[in-house]
């Protein structure tokens, strides 16, 4: 029976390495998390950092639809990705952003939230998202833009890309002082930074070196 378990791929014998089907799952798993993340802060009219901040910004200045501008913005990373990280984190990256792109636009159809407090949004959703990107982290791709570029940097130079990306998220988070209330950047600053100090504090390469 372990013998056709770990044939069928559900399990492999060497911890250091992913089979394909635990990358198939991790990567859904994580997608759908960062999804309804997303949908959550989106619920409350909050915003968070990176391209799906950019996104965010676009949705509510000019109604363009939040999937379909977090996948397009990612777009001209995935130079970088296939330069410095290489074809599988690429494509894996590729299939994440398809994916959470997709599943936020279904969200509205499957899960109604009526009235949630922006504070209580700001926690869960930006903790939502924190458990989505590390799921992905852990199986070599990301959700494109500066998490592509944190990690590049983690790799590199050793600087935590949770520090990297919580940096250029406070910069896209000012420019939503122009289409949003005081309040709900407020708000979106604290999600931004729940889910960063989560990436932070869990995201080490020293710690997971599973590829």
């Keep these: 029976m372990t013998q056709l378990i770990s044939a069928l791929g559900f399990r492999n014998a060497d911890a250091s390495r992913h089979t394909a089907i635990e990358d198939v799952q991790g990567i859904f798993c994580g997608s759908l998390v960062s999804a309804i993340g997303l949908y ?10 990176s391209t799906a901040g950019i996104a965010f910004l676009l949705h509510y200045a000019f109604g363009i639809n939040f999937g379909l501008a977090f996948f397009l913005l990612n ?18 990256t590729f299939i994440a952003i398809a994916l959470t792109s ?32 590390l799921a992905l982290y852990r199986h070599r791709a990301s959700l494109g ?38 309040a709900i950047v407020f708000y979106s600053v ?22």
């Excluded at 936020?104 to 109604?112: A, R």
Aim: charged share 10%; hydrophobic share 60%; proline share 3%.
């Design 102 to 133: 997709a599943l936020t636009n279904v969200q509205p159809h499957v899960l109604q939230i009526a009235d949630i407090a922006p504070a209580w949004a700001a926690l869960i959703g930006g903790m939502l998202l924190g458990f989505g990107l």
């Design 145 to 182: 833009g500066v998490g592509i570029l944190g990690i590049c940097i983690q790799e590199r130079f050793g600087i935590r890309a949770g520090f990297v990306q919580m940096a250029v998220d406070l910069c896209v988070l000012v420019a939503a002082f122009f289409v949003a209330a005081p």
């Design 75 to 92: 777009l001209p990373f995935f130079y970088l990705s296939l330069k410095q990280l290489g074809t599988a984190f690429t494509i894996k």
């Design 40 to 49: 959550m802060l989106a619920s409350a009219g909050l915003l968070t950092g």
């Design 190 to 211: 604290l999600g931004a930074a729940v889910m960063n100090l989560f990436l932070a504090i869990n995201h080490r390469n020293d710690r997971y070196i599973a590829l």
